[in-house]
């Protein structure tokens, strides 16, 4: 199983940004999913989750200005980033748990994807 993410890029304050994340693998299944970022000399902070069923939970920090959704079909999760702050400027990263087919069984693990880069400057 692996994560793909993808969409960072340079923007300018206030603009915006889609990231995408797209699972592939023997996958039987993917339950919760979601963006977490570092930021230079921190930590890594959880940005925003989405169950399989659709409920989602946002930091603080970037709520009303992120959306996280999902296409369960293509097995792909979105951030939509609008009204984009400096602070915002972060290695972004996709997570999700996945059920997987390991030969003869189904296996749940977590899984992360490589990292997309998303910097917020004039």
């Known amino acids: 199983v692996q994560l793909q993410a993808s969409g960072g890029g340079l923007v300018q304050p206030g603009g915006s940004l889609r990231l995408s994340c797209a699972a592939s693998?023997?996958?039987?299944?993917?339950?919760?999913m979601g963006w977490y970022r570092r930021a230079p000399g921190e930590q890594r902070e959880l940005v925003a989750v989405?169950?399989?069923?659709?409920?989602?939970n946002y930091a603080d920090s970037v709520k009303g200005r992120f959306s996280v959704s999902r296409d369960n079909a293509k097995k792909t999760m979105y951030l939509q980033m609008n009204s984009l702050k400096p602070e915002d400027t972060a290695v972004y990263y996709c997570?999700?748990?996945?059920?997987?087919?390991?030969?003869?069984?189904?296996?749940?693990?977590?899984?992360w994807g490589q990292g997309t880069q998303v910097t917020v400057s004039s």
């Open positions: 989405i169950a399989n069923g659709g409920n989602t």
């Open positions: 997570h999700a748990i996945v059920t997987y087919y390991d030969v003869t069984r189904l296996v749940s693990e977590d899984f």
């Open positions: 693998g023997s996958i039987f299944s993917i339950h919760s």
